[in-house]
């Protein structure tokens, strides 16, 4: 058999020619299905677990969202925090709360601008969590973790809406959809968890997103030091637009507060 001789040159074309091909693959067919779990260390000595994941974005993939589930089950967390974006079409609703529903440990979760806009009744998904031993909070807070957590879910930003305050001698966790938000308070808490960027689905290294939504601003992906807090912006689980990710694999996070 007779080997071609492969030259420095021939190698590099080949390489170069091959790389756009393999962005594009990884970008549509691999990374949006491969969820990384990242976590999240708060204290050294950290008395609660818990899971963060956002940004379902259910088009019908039942696969993908229940091996989300089966994984958050496997993580065994105190509690489970959504912060937003179940659907963006009301006709995915039902069989995304069926798959929800699966989830072993109570979940709390916020309304993101998509549960709105798809005019998705409330009603189910209110039922849905509560079934798990959570609550969908709108505007809200609850006490949980017997006494020692207490969690917000804001749900709305303006004069209408009081901001919520933090409990002292308790950990205060926000919950919101928006990580913008996180400028607007005065007060600190001890966590506020965000989603709604995705991570901007498309991350280019050394560079960042090239593009997301409204009501991010810096506040793109991950661990943020700001005047209310630390705030973690989760990359989300599903994509919107285009079922593309690169360099930004979906995300469950596990935190150690």
């Known amino acids: ?56 974005h259910y088009k019908g993939d039942r696969v993908h969202a229940q091996s989300v589930v089966d994984t958050i089950n496997s993580l065994s967390p105190d509690f489970v925090c959504f912060t937003g974006d179940i659907i963006e079409d009301g006709k995915f609703l039902p069989e995304a709360l069926e798959i929800l529903s699966g989830i072993k440990t109570p979940m709390y979760g916020v ?24 609550a969908w909070m709108i505007d809200e807070q609850r006490i949980i973790a017997g006494g020692k957590i207490n969690l917000i879910g804001m749900a709305h930003l303006g004069p209408k809406h009081p ?14 959809h928006y990580p913008a938000w996180a400028k607007v308070f005065d007060v600190k808490f001890d966590l506020l968890l965000a989603g709604h960027s995705h991570g901007g689905q498309v991350r280019i290294p050394f560079y960042g997103p090239i593009v997301v939504p409204f009501a991010v601003d810096e506040y793109d ?13 989760n990359a989300g689980i599903g994509w919107f637009q285009c079922p593309i990710r690169f360099n930004c694999r979906p995300e469950i996070t596990v935190v150690e507060i």
Not at 27 to 36: F, G, S
Not at 39 to 50: E, K, M, N, S, W
Not at 222 to 227: A, C, E, I, R, V
């Open 1 to 56: 058999m007779k080997f071609r001789k492969f030259s420095r040159r021939r190698f590099l074309t080949a390489a170069l020619l091959a790389s756009p091909a393999a962005v594009v693959g990884d970008a549509r067919w691999v990374e949006p299905q491969w969820v990384k779990t990242t976590r999240l260390r708060l204290t050294d000595q950290p008395a609660h677990r818990f899971v963060q994941f956002t940004d379902l």
């Open 111 to 134: 309304p993101g601008n998509h549960d709105y806009w798809s005019k998705a009744p409330f009603d189910d998904i209110i039922k849905c969590f509560a079934a798990t031993g959570g």
């Open 163 to 176: 901001l919520p305050s933090p409990i002292p001698g308790v950990k205060n966790i926000l919950l919101m």
């Open 221 to 233: 992906l991950g661990l943020f030091q700001t005047k209310a807090g630390p705030l973690y912006v």
